[in-house]
């Protein structure tokens, strides 16, 4: 089970912190991910990270503003967010697989095989 957090409304140029706890799995040694789906739009790739947190795969609008990572004690998922802008404003799902791939795939919701509720994200 995944369960995501943290979502919320904040203003142009501010932060959010998303949180996704697991349990019932060994995700501590899965590839885990965030994505997020704008209304209207297909979901997209944000963040990735291999298990081991030795290598991570970010979005290419991401880049420089946002930042995965986990805490593998806690079997938690972060996603650190700042300048957030309007473009960002979707829901955000937390997603794991059993591996990353060298990140071939990463950015594609279909090789996903886990998946969370998602937690909304608006930026006005």
């Known amino acids: 089970q995944l369960v995501e957090s943290g979502g919320g409304s904040v203003q142009a140029g501010g932060s959010l912190r998303l949180s996704c706890a697991a349990s019932g799995y060994a995700y501590s040694s899965y590839c885990m991910g965030w994505f997020r789906q704008a209304p209207g739009r297909e979901r997209e790739g944000v963040a990735a990270?291999?298990?081991?947190?030795?290598?991570?795969y970010y979005a290419d609008s991401v880049k420089g503003r946002f930042t995965i990572s986990k805490d593998s004690a806690e079997n938690t998922l972060y996603l650190e967010m700042n300048n957030l802008t309007p473009e960002d404003t979707a829901m955000y799902y937390c997603?794991?697989?059993?591996?990353?791939?060298?990140?071939?795939?990463?950015?594609?919701?279909?090789?996903?095989?886990?998946w969370g509720q998602g937690t909304q994200v608006t930026v006005s």
């Open positions: 997603a794991a697989r059993p591996a990353c791939s060298r990140g071939l795939t990463w950015h594609d919701y279909k090789y996903w095989a886990y």
């Open positions: 990270i291999r298990s081991d947190g030795g290598r991570t």
